[in-house]
């Protein structure tokens, strides 16, 4: 009896273990899933920028910085951007409210999103500029983009349009809406957030970037997921990017005007970045992050969902044109 009650047991043991083993590699399936879905809408993006590529060069060359030039900027981006993953939201099912979110955040999570935001901003510039001394330490440097002061009202109000406004509203709803909505799903809360951050990075194509892009996308990340909206991280999107607009021509006009605003920002960050750690910690998020209550878990290690991710054909042919494109904005020093 003793004997067949031990066969049994190592029976019932040896069916458990094939189990787990089944349904490790079906969650494993689920994770390359999402990466793939991901992997394809930005894809589409890369593949509509050459399709379109030469139709631009039939098109007459505009001036930097005139109205025709940043009314083309923004439909080019609108097409690049807003059209695959119009397209993929639909094709899953997914409407405006499951990207935004049904959440009601109150105004101090906004204020919070902002002062996060904003306060991070400012400690990304350092940790930017530490990364472009490490770049240069192996005779290298990363080719920056020249500012261009729009020519006129009505072009610095496309700029403004397409630079502080459309861009937090699309990125967000694909970022923190789409991906973020599609990732969650089988990658727990936590590994969703890390991978679509990682590809908000990857989309910038810039190494020096990776500090303010990554971890821009952890907060907007965590506040889409604790507080159930986008509307909080769209509004840190656009102080960021308006920022960005400010210090630019601020320096476009003239050294004591660039310093000057640049000296006022860096203060208004400061300010606004310490008001959102206070409010974070106020409001508990800290304490449910440190004690592991917040959003829930994968089944899979971190180690196991990257692999996942890495074995999708089409996030693993994104990451290597990001990469290339990275490698291709480095000049020698």
């Known amino acids: 009896m003793t004997e ?6 190592m029976v019932e043991m040896q069916e458990t273990e094939a189990a787990n083993i089944s349904w490790k590699k079906e969650e494993i399936r689920q994770v390359r899933r999402s990466a793939d879905l991901i992997g394809i809408v930005e894809i589409a993006s890369i593949l509509i920028n050459l399709l379109l590529y030469p139709i631009v060069r039939l098109l007459p060359v505009l001036e930097e910085g005139s109205l025709g030039a940043e009314v ?27 990207l935004m979110g049904r959440g009601r955040p109150s105004p101090t999570v906004y204020l919070m999103t902002i002062g996060l935001t904003l306060g991070w901003s400012y400690t990304a510039s350092w940790l930017a500029g530490g990364m472009e001394v490490l770049l240069n330490g192996f ?18 109000a496309v700029r403004f349009l397409s630079v502080a406004i459309i861009p937090p509203i699309v990125e967000e709803l694909c970022y923190r809406g789409f991906y973020l909505s599609t990732a969650v799903r089988s990658m727990g809360t936590w590994g969703a957030i890390v991978l679509t951050s990682f590809a908000f990075w990857l989309a910038h194509y810039s190494v020096e970037i990776l500090p303010l892009a990554f971890g821009f996308g952890l907060i907007g990340g965590y506040i889409r997921r604790r507080y159930g909206s986008l509307l909080p991280s769209m509004c840190g999107h656009f102080a960021v990017n308006s920022i960005y607009l400010l210090v630019n021509a601020g320096w ?33 998020c800290l304490k449910e992050i440190w004690d592991g ?10 180690r196991e969902q990257a692999r996942a991710v890495l074995t999708s054909l089409p996030a693993l042919l994104v990451l290597l044109t990001a990469v290339y494109f990275m490698a291709k904005n480095l000049e020698a020093l």
């Open 4 to 9: 067949y009650a031990s066969c049994g047991m």
């Open 72 to 98: 083309y900027d923004l439909l080019l981006y609108l097409i690049v951007f807003a059209i695959p993953v119009t397209v993929a939201a639909r094709w899953t099912g997914m409407d405006v409210d499951d």
């Open 139 to 156: 005779g290298l440097t990363e080719a920056q983009d020249v500012f261009v002061m729009p020519a006129g009202g009505a072009a610095m």
């Open 252 to 284: 476009e006009i003239g050294t004591r005007a660039g310093t000057g605003i640049s000296l006022v920002v860096s203060l208004a960050e400061i300010l606004f970045g310490a008001i959102g750690v206070m409010l974070f910690v106020r409001e508990g």
């Open 293 to 302: 209550t917040f959003g829930h878990r994968s089944a899979l290690t971190p």
